[in-house]
Structures are given as C-alpha cells and as structure tokens.
C-alpha cells in the first residue's frame, strides 16, 4: 500500500507529493490494515497495489480521506482585568489564550452577584467589555471561558470586584418624634433599607425650624448615631 497526502493551506490543495510511505500486509490474504502515526486534520489519499511471484500489478484508484482534527479548546485567556468605572459598572478586559487549536470564536464572560450566589453570563465577540446595570456598591465575580470550533476552553480564575459606592436612596426608617420637655425633642430613626444605602452611612443631617420661623437650621450626627436631642418649638425633616 502506498500513502500519499496533500498540504492544506487556508482551505487550498497544493498537490506537490510528500515522500510516499509504503506499508505491506502482514500475510497473504489479509484485507485491511490500519495505517497509524498519521497528522491531525490533514487530507491523504491512499492506492492498493497487489503483488504475487511475478511481482507487481496495477495500482489502484486513489482514494481521498481525511484525518480528524485534534480536539484542542483553549486554555485560559490570561490577564483578566476588572475596573469599577461606576456604582453600576464594572469594564473588563483580557488576552488572547495562549494555547488552543484554531481560531477563537467566542468569549463567555460569567458573572456572580455574591450576596445572592447565583451565576448568569453574556457572550462577547471581543477581549473587552463592559458590564452595566450592576447593583451599587456590591461584590461581583467575574470569570471568562473562550470558545474555538472545539467548544468551550479552560476557564480563568474568578476575580473579585466591588462597584463604587453611591449616595443612599432610601431615607432613614421609623422616625419617631419623643417631647422631652417644653423646650426639646427628641429624634430618633433607623438606618435605611440595606439595600439603598449603597456604602457606608457616615453621617445624618436633621434639618428643623421653629414653626414661627421661615429659616432651616441643621444638626448633623455620626453615622453610627441614631438619635438627637432638638431644643425648641420646631418642625422636623431628615436626611442621610
């Protein structure tokens, strides 16, 4: 049996022939053989030639098969980057994998609210992204898979990023107005929701005025305070 194969480059045959490898059957009579050591993904062809005492006959037709590709996925896209740009973004960016066989498809950036646990992802074309509609003030992780022909690659490392902080927006709770006496009152509040504090309260603002009085005044608390003593006759609003 005489093997024969063809280079393919960038989809294109070009037919000069590579040394022909020769492979005998092991007995007289045998059918089939298995040729091994072969390239992955290649295009070969193959022609039988029987022999006898005489010596060689004719050749066969040749016949055209190709190799399968080796399964290859890429590795891990190095240097994944995150940066909190907003209370509700985070961008992000990577590299190339330095490993896989051919040509990188697709990204899946995977992503991780970690105060509820539960993972989603979107699919990118390129090696930078930006992620929007976040919640403020909150831990994400980010991981990035790349694809190939082959399917989906080795995944990187979760990174761990924090969106910036914002302004509360939610008011203090259960504001309760206690008269002490005929010239005071006191205030007293809880913080707000959790969830609409986005960052650490570091202080309160009471503004109040005297009911015969247009003008504001204001008193300003701890962040960790959550009461004061107002003296006087006054109307009382908040802020945080």
């Known amino acids: 049996m005489f093997i024969g194969n063809y280079i393919e480059i960038t989809g294109l045959f070009f037919p000069f022939r590579l040394r022909e490898r020769v492979v005998n059957t092991s007995r007289p009579g045998e059918m089939q053989v298995t040729i091994q050591n072969l390239m992955p993904d290649t295009k070969y062809r193959f022609r039988v030639v029987a022999h006898n005492s005489h010596g060689q006959g004719e050749s066969s037709a040749v016949l055209k098969v190709a190799t399968q590709a080796e399964v290859q996925v890429p590795g ?11 209370p509700t973004s985070v961008s992000l960016s990577w590299d190339k994998p330095l490993t896989g066989n051919g040509e990188i498809l697709s990204y899946k950036l995977y992503y991780t609210d970690r105060s509820v646990g539960t993972e989603e992802d979107v699919d990118i074309d390129g090696q ?45 709770q259960n504001l309760t107005l206690e008269v002490q ?32 009085r247009r003008s504001e005044s204001a008193v300003t608390t701890a962040g960790t305070e959550l009461f004061k003593l107002i003296d006087g006759n006054v109307l009382v609003t908040f802020e945080s």
Not at 76 to 86: C, D, F, G, R
Not at 152 to 170: C, F, H, M, N, Q
Not at 198 to 206: A, F, L
């Open 76 to 86: 891990p896209a190095p240097n994944l980057q995150t940066v909190s740009n907003t």
């Open 128 to 172: 930078s992204y930006t992620m929007a509609g976040l919640k403020k003030n909150t831990e994400y992780s980010f991981r990035v898979v790349a694809n190939n022909k082959h399917g989906p690659g080795v995944s990187t490392e979760d990174v761990i990023v924090r969106t910036l902080s914002d302004v509360p927006s939610a008011p203090p």
């Open 181 to 212: 006496n005929s010239k005071s009152i006191m205030v007293r509040w809880q913080p707000p929701p959790l969830s609409g504090q986005n960052g650490e309260i570091t202080s309160y603002k009471i503004r109040y005025r005297k009911v015969s």
